[in-house]
Nanobody, 118 residues
Framework: QVQLVESGGGLVQPGGSLRLSCAAS????????MGWYRQAPGKQRELVAR???????NYVDSVKGRFTISRDNVENTVYLQMNNLKSEDTAVYYC????????????WGQGTQVTVSS
């Protein structure tokens, strides 16, 4: 069973920074892609950033230029560096991993709260 364990959430003032970590229980190269989603109260869960096994990245428009997704292949960890945080970034952030063979499987972390407030 795959486990994804997030850490790094918390309370930060607008303009501040946080780094989220997602530690996987197996090699991150075993996943076709890993990413971060977020869900704010009353809103649907949305994809924030994703990195493929080949290293390609993509971001939702609202975080481009502020957030960076990266990975540590030795530590089997994916990071989300969040800079210049805004109140609208407040949400529960979930780590996600995807495999497509032999069938599509989605794996989720437990979520970590990020609150941006003065």
């Amino acid at each position: 069973q795959v486990q994804l364990v997030e850490s790094g959430g918390g309370l930060v003032q607008p303009g501040g920074s946080l780094r989220l970590s997602c530690a996987a229980s197996r090699s991150i190269f075993s996943f076709n892609a890993m990413g971060w989603y977020r869900q704010a109260p009353g809103k649907q869960r949305e994809l924030v950033a994703r990195i493929t096994s080949g290293g390609s990245t993509n971001y939702v428009d609202s975080v481009k230029g502020r957030f960076t997704i990266s990975r540590d292949n030795v530590e089997n960890t994916v990071y989300l560096q969040m800079n210049n945080l805004k109140s609208e970034d407040t949400a529960v952030y979930y780590c996600h991993a995807l495999t497509v063979l032999p069938k599509i499987n989605d794996y989720w972390g437990q979520g970590t709260q990020v609150t941006v407030s003065s």
